[in-house]
C-alpha cells in the first residue's frame, strides 16, 4: 500500500474517514471467523464516529462564525 496523504480540509477527512469506515465493514463481511467480524465492525464503526464528530464539530464552527458574523455587522454603524 502506498503512503496516503491526509488533508487537513474537513470535509476531505471525513470522507477519508467515512471510507475507511466501508473498508473495515466490507472486511467484516468477507471474515472468516466471528471475532475477526467483530473486531472489524468495531474498527468500522470508530471511523464513522470520528467521521461524524468532525462533521458536527465544522457545523458548529460554522454556526459560530456566522453568528459573530451577524453580530459585528450590526454593531458597526453606518458612515
Known sequence: MGQEYLTNLPEERVAKY????????ERA???TTPEATEIYMAVATAWEAMA???QHTE???????????????RSVPDP
Open 18 to 25: 467515512r471510507l475507511m469506515a466501508a473498508n473495515a465493514r
Open 29 to 31: 463481511l468477507n471474515s
Open 52 to 54: 461524524v464528530e468532525l
Open 59 to 73: 457545523e458548529l464552527k460554522q454556526r459560530l462564525l456566522d453568528q459573530s458574523s451577524k453580530s459585528n455587522s
